[in-house]
């Protein structure tokens, strides 16, 4: 083979691995944030969405990937102003939950938990198909 045509297919492996990863990473982000996810509604005292009548953590959801790849959490669907209110307003007393829950649920997620473990497995995919090409 030719350095030319040893460059042509790096090349092609390169731009195959390139699209592989624009399908995994949004994938693997969504299994990310469905952890964060459960465990925000898992409302404890000192942790999690407020709970009172649960109304709150029902509407907590994962949506995404869109056409950017990104991944959004959020809480409230028609009731956005309250979930607003109940995540800002830091003199709210909650025995159940806390202000902040969002903020809070990503600070207190594991980059080395059991989602971002499946999350990099789905994400290397590529890398692996690279290899056996």
């Known amino acids: ?26 994938s693997g982000l969504r299994i990310i944030g469905e ?4 465990d925000v509604k898992s409302s404890r005292a000192g942790a999690g969405v407020p709970k009172d ?9 994962v ?16 009731a956005a102003a309250y979930a607003l209110v109940q995540h800002e ?8 939950g806390e202000a902040r829950y969002l903020v809070r649920g990503v600070e207190r997620w594991q980059s080395n938990g059991a989602s ?11 890398v692996s198909r690279a290899k056996t090409r």
């Open 116 to 126: 971002v473990q499946k999350a990099l497995k789905l994400m290397l995919l590529p």
């Open 89 to 96: 307003k830091l003199s709210y007393i909650h025995p159940l």
């Open 35 to 38: 952890e964060i996810l459960t």
């Open 63 to 78: 949506t995404g990937p869109d056409d950017r790849g990104s991944v959004s959490i959020s809480f409230g669907g028609v």
């Open 1 to 26: 083979m030719t350095t030319r045509q040893n460059f042509k297919a790096a090349a092609a492996k390169i731009e195959a691995m390139a699209a592989d990863f624009q399908r995994t990473v949004p």
């Open 53 to 61: 009548t649960g109304a709150l953590a029902s509407t907590g959801q």
